[in-house]
């Protein structure tokens, strides 16, 4: 299996967590958790250090 493949699977995997633990009335701050936890730190790597929430909306950076 290539690393393209590899990569492109734990995209799926993640999203696949982050679907399985939300409801259909979540609100966009608990997707936007689960989307943190499970994708941007988990496929892409990125400490929790590196990612500024913003407070007001719904919007993260990552720095």
């Known amino acids: 299996m290539s ?4 990569f492109a699977g734990n995209v799926l995997k993640s999203f696949q967590k ?3 633990e939300i409801e259909k009335g979540s609100s966009e701050h608990d997707v936007r ?5 499970y994708f941007v730190e988990e496929v892409l ?3 929790p250090r590196y990612i ?3 407070k007001k909306r719904a919007d ?3 720095i």
């Not at 690393?3 to 590899?6: A, C, E």
């Not at 958790?33 to 936890?37: E, G, H, I, M, Q």
């Open 60 to 62: 993260l950076t990552i």
């Open 45 to 47: 790597g990125y400490e």
């Open 52 to 54: 500024k929430w913003e």
């Open 3 to 6: 690393s393209h493949d590899n």
């Open 18 to 20: 982050i679907i399985k």
């Open 33 to 37: 958790y689960r989307f943190v936890k």
